[in-house]
């Protein structure tokens, strides 16, 4: 999506005080963001770095699932607590602190057990948008992965000890309507123009005032006539076309030099690509049902419109990029262009309503500013299916993909088994590795590993460089190692908050001692 326009002097408080966060993801980003309700579990070093980078840019509330008090430990590593906190209940001090932060965030604790809560009130977590954990053994993770997989919840587990970190993402489905591509591509229409289109470049005589998309659909079309009717797609028939315009420069013309520039991206735009296709070929999209939700229902109603007044075309965007151009030309030709979006978002709208009819659903379930949305963004759909964290509990379970990863050199999955072997100490022994005894702990904690290995049906084996490098910390948090996991767990929970962006799928690995990240699909 591009930047917003220039904002009005007249901003609100609140508006100033969130400019730059719009900028990224919209009002209506930062609407969801304000109403969204966040559950911690354990505030940790890397749990109180992960909500601070929610609170500041305006998280509507949280929730912090803690039983623990302040030990020195946290002192060390967790910048939200002090001496004065000490010996205190660990959720009351750091929910005090961060919301000392942003007094537009409701901030609230409960100094009880997550195992206690999941056991005696599992309800509790119906009323959040997203849950993320750090600090937790295998049996809690597995019993959470399990309730909210149920309830279709996002949750992220979350791991910081010494310079190791990991983050897991479980969505059962999750549908992105604007993912702000890197490399989008404009759909300009020049190798089919709609009628108001072609008659208004047809009525258009090329002169240095004119917008280079003139220029560009002018030498197309001598391009077009001279090659029995193709449009460019190589890359050699893209330097002919740029060939052909630069001969018919007669001077150095910024709008000529500016749709030589513009010949790689300005063709291809408002067909189906093979990810769309896909989505509109889901059974979500074939079967709507009342169960369907507004995403779907749009996804229907773009691809009936797809299939019948815009013959194989998505809706026109109604978005073009900034030309040189004397200001009459251009806002003439951006007018033409949003005129044809608003008519297709139109018919959309008109489908979108027809189709909610049938499935007895409020007409007011899909507004017209969602369909103007969705059009505009259609080209660039992503639905994400994620699996289940317990899952990977199981044996056997993603086996192949893990050794393979172990047998590819300078992976970190390694890193990924440790951390599970981790957990599972966690369980059987009640502590830390590394907390009472490092050398036997190593020991220990790497006859896990080799366990969890051997029932995978995996024959490698876990160095005991990076068993024992676990194991020194004792489980301490290095602040610096938390606070940048907790900066990339902040980004995905606004990705899932927001429904903008692609958020990772599914575990994201971190080496701080080679500066080396990853991401896998377990």
């Given at each position: 999506m591009s930047s917003p326009g220039p904002r009005s002097p007249e901003l609100t408080d609140k508006s100033r005080k969130y400019d730059r966060q719009i900028r990224l993801w919209g009002e209506h980003g930062q609407s969801q963001l304000e109403t969204a309700q966040v559950c911690l579990i354990n505030a940790t070093a890397l749990g109180a770095e992960i909500m601070k980078g929610l609170v500041l840019p305006g998280i509507g509330g949280f929730m912090i699932v803690d039983d623990s008090l302040v030990t020195e430990a946290d002192l060390d590593s967790n910048f939200f607590l002090d001496a004065s906190s000490l010996g205190k209940a660990r959720a009351k001090c750091c929910a005090t602190m961060l919301q000392e932060m942003n007094t537009d965030v409701n901030g609230d604790y409960v100094d009880e057990s997550i195992d206690h809560i999941l056991q005696v009130n599992p309800e509790f977590f119906k009323n959040y948008d997203v849950v993320v954990a750090t600090s937790l053994d295998e049996r809690s993770i597995v019993t959470l992965s399990n309730l909210l997989w149920d309830l279709n919840i996002p949750l992220v587990i979350c791991r910081s000890v010494g310079f190791l970190g990991s983050v897991r993402v479980q969505v059962k489905e999750h549908c992105v309507i604007e993912t702000h591509p890197d490399n989008r591509q404009s759909d300009l229409r020049l190798e089919q123009p709609f009628a108001s289109l072609k008659e208004h470049i047809d009525n258009t005589t090329l002169s240095p005032k004119v917008p280079w998309l003139i220029v560009m659909y002018k030498y197309l079309q001598q391009y077009v006539a001279e090659n029995n009717g193709q449009v460019p797609s190589t890359y050699r028939e893209k330097i002919k076309l740029r060939d052909m315009i630069r001969a018919g420069m007669t001077a150095d013309e910024e709008n000529y030099e500016e749709a030589i520039k513009a010949v790689n991206s300005?063709?291809?735009?408002?067909?189906?690509?093979?990810?769309?296709?896909?989505?509109m070929n889901d059974e979500s999209c074939?079967?709507?049902?009342?169960?369907?939700?507004?995403f779907w229902i749009l996804v229907r109603a773009v691809k009936d419109f797809v299939e019948t007044e815009g013959k194989g075309w998505l809706p026109l965007p109604g978005v073009i990029p900034d030309m040189t151009a004397d200001t009459a030309s251009y806002i003439n030709l951006q007018n033409i262009y949003r005129?044809?979006?608003l008519h297709d978002a139109d018919i959309v709208h008109r489908r979108a309503q027809q189709l909610l009819k049938e499935l007895d659903k409020p007409s007011d379930t899909i507004t017209e500013k969602d369909v103007k949305l969705f059009c505009r963004e259609a080209a660039n759909l992503a639905v994400i299916r994620g699996t289940k964290i317990a899952d990977e509990y199981e044996k056997?379970?993603?086996?192949?993909?893990?050794?393979?990863?172990l047998e590819t050199p300078n992976t970190l999955v390694e890193h990924y088994v440790i951390l599970r072997a981790m957990e599972k100490f966690k369980t059987e022994y009640g502590s830390t590795p590394g907390q009472t005894e490092v050398e036997t702990d190593t020991a220990r904690i790497k006859g896990i590993a080799c366990r969890l290995l051997n029932e995978w049906g995996v024959s490698a084996q876990?160095?005991?460089d990076l068993a024992h490098e676990l194991c020194r910390y004792g489980g301490h948090e290095v602040h610096s190692i938390s606070a940048y996991v907790g900066g990339c767990v902040a980004h995905e929970l606004i990705k899932l908050i927001t429904k903008q962006y692609k958020p990772i799928n599914n575990t994201f690995i971190y080496n701080a001692i080679t500066s080396e990240t990853d991401v896998y699909q377990f």
């Open positions: 300005s063709f291809g735009g408002g067909h189906l690509t093979t990810g769309i296709k896909a989505i074939i079967n709507l049902n009342k169960q369907s939700t507004p005129a044809q979006a056997g379970y993603k086996a192949t993909s893990i050794a393979r990863g876990i160095s005991d």
